[in-house]
């Protein structure tokens, strides 16, 4: 008999579904009820053919994408799309329920986002006083620790434009990191990079996992998805075909759709 899992349940996902205005029908189905459970110190990794709905559900996991059906717990804020569909009566309600939830989580995108007039301190420092509250000084030591975990302190006083792809997406981890979210949420972080630059970025992901972080990964780095992920949750039309441990999954999928992806991506 397995022995229960007693890890704290970080990101709760229930029957989540969401459309998407379409030029041929009515709608699209971008996710059809899907459900998902992030336990404390996974690396949860996304995959699935493009369009298969991977970015959407990350996206909708801090309401950057707003589920149209589905509740969402991320650490102690909880969310009900039941809530918050209809006439906005509430809006400074709909605004407040989001930033709270969204305080629970860090993402990084494929496209890093810095504030090209700041320079990677202020970036980092940024999100530190503006959603945190904290004074100056206080984010700029914070700031300075988490640029070090990343590498680049000697970096720190460099803007965007004097930084390659991979020094520019560890800014972007570090700034996220920076406000201790509960989860990191990764989407395709090493898409846009060049090949000789993503080793760096997925050293520092493989540094966060060793550390205990929770994340949940949209990826295409199959070494990083064996290496550092220890669940696969794979995506086809926006329902989850098949889901299991990193290892079992890769090694030995059960439907025939998972096993001609992993053909094809190796």
């Known amino acids: 008999m397995e022995e229960a899992d007693s890890r704290n349940t970080v990101i709760s996902l229930r029957h989540a579904s969401k459309w998407f205005p379409s030029r ?14 992030v336990l404390e110190g996974d ?5 699935g053919p493009s369009g298969s709905g991977k970015s959407t559900l990350l996206r909708c996991l801090n309401l950057l994408t707003v589920p149209d059906e589905g509740r969402l717990t991320v650490g102690s804020v909880e969310w009900d799309a039941k809530n918050y569909h209809g006439p906005r009566s509430k809006e400074r309600k709909y605004k ?44 700029r ?3 300075r620790q988490e640029i070090a975990k990343v590498g680049l302190t000697d970096r ?23 406000t201790k979210p509960v989860a990191m949420l990764f989407d395709e972080p ?40 220890n ?9 989850v075909i098949e889901e299991g441990l990193s290892n079992d999954f890769l090694d030995n999928p059960k439907t025939e759709r998972a096993r001609r992806f992993l053909s094809e991506i190796n």
């Open 24 to 37: 041929d029908l009515p709608v699209v189905r971008g996710l059809n009820s899907v459900s998902l459970d």
């Open 43 to 47: 690396v949860v990794v996304l995959l």
């Open 96 to 139: 407040r329920d989001f930033q709270r939830l969204r305080r629970e989580t860090g993402m990084v995108f494929q496209h890093f986002n810095l504030f090209p007039h700041m320079t990677v301190l202020q970036n980092v420092m940024c999100g530190l006083i503006h959603t945190k509250g904290m004074s100056p000084a206080e984010a």
């Open 141 to 143: 030591e914070i700031a």
């Open 156 to 178: 720190a006083d460099h803007y965007p434009s004097q930084l390659s792809g991979g020094q520019k997406q560890r800014v972007a981890i570090a700034r996220a990191i920076a």
């Open 190 to 229: 090493t898409s846009a990079l060049d090949p000789e630059l993503r080793g760096s970025v997925l050293s520092v992901m493989q540094d966060l996992a060793k550390e205990g972080m929770t994340m949940v990964v949209v990826t295409h780095e199959m070494g990083f998805a064996r290496a550092v992920g």
């Open 231 to 239: 669940h696969i949750v794979f995506l086809e039309s926006g329902e």
